[in-house]
C-alpha cells in the first residue's frame, strides 16, 4: 500500500496544524492506522494509533489532550489534529498501518510531513 503525508509546516508555539494521510492499496477500513514521528537526532517514536474503526484511540503521554487521530474510512484518509504544539513537537511525522509502538516492527515508511513549532 501506499501512504501520502501532508499538512505539515512552521506554526509557533501554540498553534495548531492538521496533519492528512491518504492512502491506496489496501483495504483502509481494515486496518489499525498510526502516526509517528522522528524529530532531529532522536529515534522515531510512536506517537498515537487508532482502532480499525475509528472508535479508540490510544496516545503517547507526551501528546495525550493535545492531539486528535481520527480516521475517515469513506475516504481512506487519517488525520492528525495537533493543537498547542509546542518546540518539542518539531519532528517528521509520518502514517502506518499499525502493528505495533515499536518502530522497528514497520518496514516501509513514506516521505513524512515536517512540522516545525518554532516562534
Known amino acids: 500500500g501506499q501512504l501520502l503525508e501532508s499538512g505539515g509546516g512552521l506554526v509557533q508555539p501554540g498553534g495548531s496544524l492538521r496533519l492528512s494521510c491518504i492512502t491506496s492499496?489496501?483495504?483502509?477500513?481494515?486496518?489499525?492506522m498510526a502516526w509517528f514521528r522522528r524529530a532531529p537526532g532522536k529515534e522515531r517514536e510512536w506517537v498515537s494509533h487508532?482502532?480499525?474503526?475509528?472508535?479508540?484511540?490510544y496516545y503517547a503521554d507526551s501528546v495525550k489532550g493535545r492531539f486528535t487521530i481520527s480516521k475517515d474510512n469513506d475516504r481512506n484518509t487519517l488525520f492528525l489534529q495537533m493543537n498547542s504544539l509546542k518546540p518539542e513537537d518539531t519532528a517528521v511525522y509520518y502514517c502506518?498501518?499499525?502493528?505495533?509502538?515499536?518502530?522497528?516492527?514497520?518496514?516501509?515508511w513514506g516521505q513524512g510531513t515536517q512540522v516545525t513549532v518554532s516562534s
Open positions: 487508532i482502532d480499525r474503526d475509528g472508535i479508540t484511540t
Open positions: 492499496g489496501f483495504t483502509f477500513s481494515s486496518y489499525p
Open positions: 502506518a498501518r499499525f502493528v505495533g509502538r515499536t518502530p522497528g516492527n514497520y518496514h516501509y
